[in-house]
């Protein structure tokens, strides 16, 4: 069987999706995996030994379709659920299988505050589309990996960070899903070992600022690795903390131990860390979720915003600092 599973942004969602894509290539006797996302996305998957054969989609859904059709596929797995998913399955003709996005529940949560999604993660209800096939939840968690190719160089990390460090992750595709640099400068005065910081070249500005209130204890990495260097940075920390973001997640593949900063999203929209059953074995705590309680306006969002709909961006700014560094502390000291 020929089966193409679909999921073409973002770098967190398709790190959700590598469970099904395991656990489909793995119980599926014969199976090819055909894997389509964008192109800019290519690294996040390219190295997954899951995936027999890759597939872009580079803005022109007409080639996209037409390289679909010549790889003569039998099956359409569609963890995406938009319009252009939309079109390419009609497109094809195949049988298809698609992830329920639950959109309408998700508005309900964010403009009312009433709950009503299934208490299930955003990754185990991407392998609901394959029980047609008999794929079931390994209980393996994500996985996130890095090509061969791919090193850091000794003299990437200062010598002060070489001994151990904590990754900490400032960006975000969305303002409100980002800790302030205020609060991140406090946060990093309140921590007493080595802190690599992880962002784009979008956070390098913010990266600057953070690094000048300790040039010593403070390394700002952001801008200066690839995805995967970055990864790699991830991959080397005793323990990361992060706002949501894809870097939380790959946090997870790689079993480490992490607090995610939560602003205008929250763990109720089935998006908070997600391990491995033996990462959890025997009540093991691998993660903790930092929310502002009481918060009637939290989430306000199911992706974020630009800025803070009703102006005071409290989830952000009203952060147990103290606690988030104590809890660090503790996790670092655990690993």
Same mark, same amino acid.
């Given at each position: 069987m020929r089966l193409l599973i679909i999921r073409l942004s973002s770098i967190g969602d398709i790190v959700f999706t590598t469970a099904a894509i395991r656990c489909a290539k793995e119980q599926i006797p014969g199976v090819e995996i055909h894997f389509l996302t964008k192109k800019s996305l290519k690294a996040v998957t390219e190295a997954n030994p899951y995936i027999d054969h890759f597939h872009y989609h580079d =803005?022109? &859904?007409?080639? #996209?379709?037409?390289?679909?059709?010549?790889?003569?596929?039998?099956? $359409?797995?569609?963890?995406? +659920?938009?319009?252009?998913?939309?079109?390419?399955?009609?497109?094809?003709?195949?049988?298809?299988?698609?992830?329920?996005?639950?959109?309408?529940?998700?508005?309900?949560?964010?403009?009312?505050?009433? =709950?009503? &999604?299934?208490? #299930?993660?955003?990754?185990?209800?991407?392998?609901?589309?394959?029980? $047609?096939?008999?794929?079931? +939840?390994?209980?393996?968690?994500?996985?996130?990996?890095?090509?061969?190719?791919?090193?850091?160089?000794a003299n990437d990390l200062p010598t002060s960070h070489q001994a151990g460090y904590i990754a900490l992750v400032i960006g975000a595709s969305y303002a409100t899903k980002r800790m302030p640099v205020e609060q991140l400068i406090q946060l990093c005065a309140l921590i007493p070992v080595p802190i690599v910081l992880i962002g784009g070249k979008e956070d390098t500005q913010e990266g600057e600022q953070l690094a000048n209130t300790d040039k010593v204890k403070i390394y700002n990495a952001c801008g200066k690795f690839n995805l995967h260097e970055s990864a790699l940075l991830v991959k080397g920390a005793k323990m990361v903390i992060s706002n949501d973001t894809g870097f939380l997640h790959i946090a997870c593949a790689f079993h480490k131990k992490t607090i995610a900063i939560w602003g205008a999203t929250t763990p109720a929209l089935q998006v908070s860390p997600y391990y491995a059953a033996a990462d959890l074995a025997g009540g093991k705590e691998m993660?903790?979720?930092?929310?502002?309680?009481?918060?009637?306006?939290?989430?306000?969002?199911?992706?974020?915003?630009?800025?803070?709909?009703?102006?005071?961006?409290?989830?952000?700014?009203?952060?147990?600092?103290?606690?988030?560094a104590n809890k660090a502390m503790q996790y670092y000291k655990e690993a």
């Open positions: =803005n022109n &859904l007409a080639e #996209t379709i037409a390289s679909l059709k010549a790889a003569n596929l039998d099956m $359409v797995i569609d963890l995406h +659920n938009n319009f252009r998913t939309f079109r390419i399955k009609k497109a094809l003709g195949l049988p298809t299988h698609t992830y329920k996005k639950l959109s309408f529940q998700k508005w309900i949560l964010t403009r009312f505050g009433w =709950n009503l &999604l299934p208490d #299930t993660h955003i990754v185990e209800r991407s392998l609901d589309p394959l029980k $047609v096939l008999g794929v079931q +939840n390994d209980g393996k968690g994500m996985d996130y990996f890095i090509p061969t190719s791919v090193g850091l160089k993660t903790y979720n930092s929310i502002v309680p009481n918060l009637p306006c939290q989430p306000c969002s199911k992706y974020g915003t630009k800025t803070c709909p009703q102006g005071h961006f409290a989830c952000m700014k009203k952060q147990d600092l103290s606690f988030i």
